[in-house]
Every structure is written in structure tokens, then in C-alpha cells.
């Protein structure tokens, strides 16, 4: 193995062992963090099956959005496309991740191409709401137009893998392969390969200590996650029992 392959292998592993611990942290440090007051966004439901009734829409189809105004709905455009075909592309990936490759995962070869043709144009929307909308660029921080910039950069060096420049896919396998087993291959000699398994390994070190960590976030928000009972439930946080 040749010590460009050694480097980006020991990177792969940094870069997973710091998503891995940095998001158990957040999950953590969500669930210690006190909420003495109930504050569901109402009308909420009492209990928790309700609670669990309330969640899946909103993760499923971001229902919170669809009933907002102009501005919500070109978000929830951007945004659920956004969602949909990050999930479908990387349900194509995984064929290069696992051998032999099971029947479900190549039925979603076909759709997961399209999620990548998709994927930019829902990032494209996303990032000119936050040129032309006044109130939404006056908010906008550095690090809202680099994560998009970051995710497009990923999924256009993608497509360029895919219909311009190819690289040899036997050997993404075998070092992907390499990767999970924990015996090191050859990376494949593909500068555009490198360049689109780099970005994502920049992603997987940005995600813990980022926005993006809404993913986990969003189940246990208190306005959205947190029963409607305080008339039924005395709510102590346990700081203060
Ligand atoms: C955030 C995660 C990732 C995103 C959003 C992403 C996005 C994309 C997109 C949109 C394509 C073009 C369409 C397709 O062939 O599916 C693509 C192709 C490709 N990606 Fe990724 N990718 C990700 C992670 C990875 C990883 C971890 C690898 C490492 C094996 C990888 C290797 C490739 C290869 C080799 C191609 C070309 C496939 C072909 O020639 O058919 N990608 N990627």
C-alpha cells in the first residue's frame, strides 16, 4: 500500500471516530440539558403516544412547513427534496459498500439516480432563499452558506464520477471493503475519487459540532417532542427535585 492510500485510510478512521463520539456527546448533552418549563408548541397532544403521532409527519414530510406562508413552502420544496434524495443516493452507495450486494439495494439503483440529478438543484433552491429573501440573508451566518456549499460540492463530484470522469469501481469496493474489515487497501487512483470521498469525510467531522445536528434534534425538541400535561403532571426538572 503506498503512503498516499495509508494517510487517507488513517483519515477515514479520525473522521468517523469523530462523528461517531462527537454526536453520542450531543445526544447526550441534549437529553442533560434541564427543560423545567413545558413550552409544546400547542395545541399539543397529552401523552406520549400523541407526542410519538405529532413527530412522524414532521419528519417525514416536514408538515410544520407545508403550513407556513410563501417562504416556508419554497423552504419545504428545497428542503424535502433536499431530504429524500440525500436518503435515495445514499441507498444507491451502499452496492459499493457490501458484497454481495442484496436485491433490495439494487432495486433502488435506478431512483437513486435520479435523487443524485435531483440533489443539486434542491441544494440550488436552498441556498438562493438565503440570497433573496431580506430577513432570511440578514440572519444567514458563514456557516449556513458552507454547509450547502460543502453538500453540493459532494453530490457535483459525484455526477462527475458518474458521467465524465469514471473511476473503476472494483476498486471502490475494495477499499471501502478494506475500510470495514479493518485490513487497509489501495485507495483507488482517482483524483476526482479522492476529491468527493474527502469532501465527505470533511462532512462527517463539520456534523457533530454543526446545525445539521437538527437530525437528532428534531426528535427531542421540547416545543415539538414534550406532552401537553401540566395540568395532569407535575413537571420537575430533575436538577431542581
Ligand atoms: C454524503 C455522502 C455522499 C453523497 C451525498 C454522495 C453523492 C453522490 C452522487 C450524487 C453521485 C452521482 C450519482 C450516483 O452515481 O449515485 C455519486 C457518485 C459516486 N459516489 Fe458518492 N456520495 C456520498 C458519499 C460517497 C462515499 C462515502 C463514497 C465512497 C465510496 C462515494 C463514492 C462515489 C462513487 C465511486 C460514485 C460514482 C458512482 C458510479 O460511477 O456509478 N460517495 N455520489
Given at each position: 500500500?503506498?503512503?498516499?492510500?495509508?494517510?487517507?485510510?488513517?483519515?477515514?478512521?479520525?473522521?468517523?471516530?469523530?462523528?461517531?463520539?462527537?454526536?453520542?456527546?450531543?445526544?447526550?448533552?441534549?437529553?442533560?440539558?434541564?427543560?423545567?418549563?413545558?413550552?409544546?408548541?400547542?395545541?399539543?397532544?397529552t401523552n406520549s403516544v400523541g407526542v410519538v403521532l405529532r413527530l412522524v409527519p414532521e419528519v417525514l414530510f416536514f408538515?410544520?412547513?407545508?403550513?407556513?406562508?410563501?417562504a416556508e413552502k419554497i423552504l419545504w420544496v428545497g428542503g424535502w427534496f433536499f431530504h429524500v434524495s440525500f436518503l435515495l443516493i445514499i441507498l444507491r452507495h451502499l452496492r459499493m459498500f457490501v458484497y454481495p450486494v442484496p436485491g433490495w439495494i439494487m432495486s433502488f439503483q435506478q431512483i437513486g439516480i435520479w435523487a443524485g440529478l435531483i440533489f443539486p438543484i434542491a441544494l440550488l433552491i436552498l441556498i438562493v432563499r438565503r440570497f433573496t429573501?431580506?430577513?432570511?440573508?440578514?440572519?444567514?451566518?458563514?456557516?449556513?452558506?458552507?454547509?450547502?456549499?460543502?453538500?453540493?460540492?459532494?453530490?457535483?463530484?459525484?455526477?462527475?464520477?458518474?458521467?465524465f470522469v469514471r473511476t473503476n469501481l472494483v476498486d471502490v469496493k475494495s477499499f471501502i471493503l478494506g475500510l470495514f474489515s479493518v485490513s487497509p487497501a489501495q485507495v483507488p487512483a482517482s483524483p476526482l475519487f479522492l476529491i468527493h470521498f474527502s469532501l465527505v469525510l470533511i462532512l462527517l467531522v463539520y456534523f457533530p459540532?454543526?446545525?445539521?445536528?437538527?437530525?437528532?434534534?428534531?426528535?427531542?425538541?421540547?416545543?415539538?417532542?414534550?406532552?401537553?400535561?401540566?395540568?395532569?403532571?407535575?413537571?420537575?426538572?430533575?436538577?431542581?427535585?
Amino acid at each position: 500500500m503506498n503512503g498516499l492510500s495509508s494517510v487517507i485510510n488513517l483519515l477515514a478512521y479520525v473522521a468517523a471516530t469523530i462523528f461517531v463520539l462527537g454526536f453520542l456527546n450531543k445526544v447526550v448533552l441534549y437529553f442533560k440539558t434541564p427543560s423545567p418549563l413545558k413550552i409544546a408548541t400547542t395545541p399539543a397532544p397529552t401523552n406520549s403516544v400523541g407526542v410519538v403521532l405529532r413527530l412522524v409527519p414532521e419528519v417525514l414530510f416536514f408538515r410544520s412547513l407545508l403550513r407556513g406562508g410563501t417562504a416556508e413552502k419554497i423552504l419545504w420544496v428545497g428542503g424535502w427534496f433536499f431530504h429524500v434524495s440525500f436518503l435515495l443516493i445514499i441507498l444507491r452507495h451502499l452496492r459499493m459498500f457490501v458484497y454481495p450486494v442484496p436485491g433490495w439495494i439494487m432495486s433502488f439503483q435506478q431512483i437513486g439516480i435520479w435523487a443524485g440529478l435531483i440533489f443539486p438543484i434542491a441544494l440550488l433552491i436552498l441556498i438562493v432563499r438565503r440570497f433573496t429573501n431580506d430577513r432570511l440573508a440578514v440572519i444567514s451566518l458563514f456557516q449556513d452558506y458552507f454547509v450547502l456549499l460543502l453538500i453540493i460540492a459532494i453530490g457535483l463530484t459525484g455526477l462527475l464520477l458518474k458521467y465524465f470522469v469514471r473511476t473503476n469501481l472494483v476498486d471502490v469496493k475494495s477499499f471501502i471493503l478494506g475500510l470495514f474489515s479493518v485490513s487497509p487497501a489501495q485507495v483507488p487512483a482517482s483524483p476526482l475519487f479522492l476529491i468527493h470521498f474527502s469532501l465527505v469525510l470533511i462532512l462527517l467531522v463539520y456534523f457533530p459540532f454543526s446545525k445539521l445536528m437538527h437530525a437528532w434534534g428534531v426528535l427531542i425538541s421540547p416545543a415539538r417532542a414534550q406532552a401537553d400535561n401540566p395540568r395532569e403532571v407535575r413537571n420537575v426538572a430533575p436538577w431542581a427535585q
